[in-house]
């Protein structure tokens, strides 16, 4: 049986895991649930866990598939300037970040075309095989993924500090090409 699974921005490590471990579609025809990972995502900072979020066209009752991001907002550069405070010195932050400018520079249209985008650019980073298979229609409930108690531990610029939630990005900026050894064999 496949599991739902919400299609997040730049989840955390763990959700790639759990990915490989299940079979699952993700969910995009339910009617978006405001509060969410679903357009925000977490890096770490000198004082901690920060929240990124991509603003949304304020349409209530829409449906996931059909949510806009809200580029009237000058979030694009708020966003690159945090992470580039904040990772500028990690090791690999210099070898990926053009690409994944590139990315948030495309403006897509919809939330979903930019969460795919970057989950497609997460997987070939984390040289991971899946395969992404999405809902026609709603199809109910997406499978709840509890981050608190899946914490994954590797070397970090601020270290000490081991958060579930961080976004994937906080892993692969770190650890490079060695992401892989982080989110396999489980």
Request: net charge neutral; glycine share 2%.
């Amino acid at each position: 049986m496949e599991r739902l699974v919400p299609l997040l921005l730049l989840p955390p490590p763990f959700y790639f895991i759990y990915l490989q471990k299940e079979s699952f579609l993700l969910e995009v025809h339910e009617t978006y649930p405001k509060q969410t990972m679903r357009n925000r995502f977490f890096i770490l900072t000198t004082q901690g866990e920060k929240r990124i979020s991509i603003p949304i066209k304020k349409n209530s009752h829409l449906k996931t598939v059909d949510i806009e991001i809200d580029y009237a907002q000058a979030w694009l550069k708020t966003m690159k300037t945090s992470l580039e405070t904040c990772y500028n010195s990690a090791p690999f932050f210099l070898f990926y970040r053009d690409d994944l400018w590139k990315i948030f520079e495309s403006k897509p249209k919809y939330l979903v075309d930019l969460n795919l985008s970057l989950l497609e650019w997460c997987i070939k980073q984390l040289q991971l095989e899946l395969n992404l298979k999405f809902t026609s229609q709603f199809m109910g409930a997406c499978q709840q993924i509890l981050w608190e108690k899946n914490e994954i531990d590797y070397p970090k610029v601020f270290a000490g500090k081991n958060l579930a939630k961080l976004s994937v990005l906080d892993l692969i900026f770190n650890v490079g090409p060695e992401s892989f050894s982080y989110v396999s064999d489980f």
